[in-house]
């Protein structure tokens, strides 16, 4: 298990960009294939990217081409690099591994609008 701790979201104008950033203590993190996911308000929260132990990536096809997920073993950390946001990416986001083992973290807000 981790525990995840999520920052780096804030509002941020269509076509801009943030990166995000978990930290994710426990042992067992650089063995473990780690995701993020958002969640709007009265929705399903749906997984956005995850990334293998090994740096393996995969994609959901509305952030293909945006969106970057990488992963630092020997911080604990977990990142998302967020370019070109649109409107739609507004959203709560969430780490966890993938699939989704350990109890959610706060989150972190990210609110496009113009």
């Known amino acids: 298990q981790v525990q995840p701790v999520e920052s780096g979201g804030g509002l941020v104008q269509p076509g801009g960009s943030l990166r995000l950033s978990c930290e994710a203590s426990?042992?067992?993190?650089?063995?473990?294939?780690m995701g993020w996911y958002r969640q709007d308000p009265g929705k399903t929260r749906d997984l956005v990217a995850y990334i293998t132990s090994g740096g393996s990536t995969n994609y959901e096809d509305s952030v293909k081409g945006r969106f970057t997920i990488s992963r630092d073993n020997a911080k604990n950390m977990v990142y998302l690099q967020m370019n070109n946001l649109k409107v739609e990416d507004t959203a709560v986001y969430y780490c966890?591994?993938?699939?989704?083992?350990?109890?959610w973290g706060q989150g972190t807000q990210v609110t496009v609008s113009s």
């Open positions: 966890n591994t993938y699939p989704q083992l350990s109890p």
């Open positions: 426990g042992k067992a993190f650089s063995g473990l294939r």
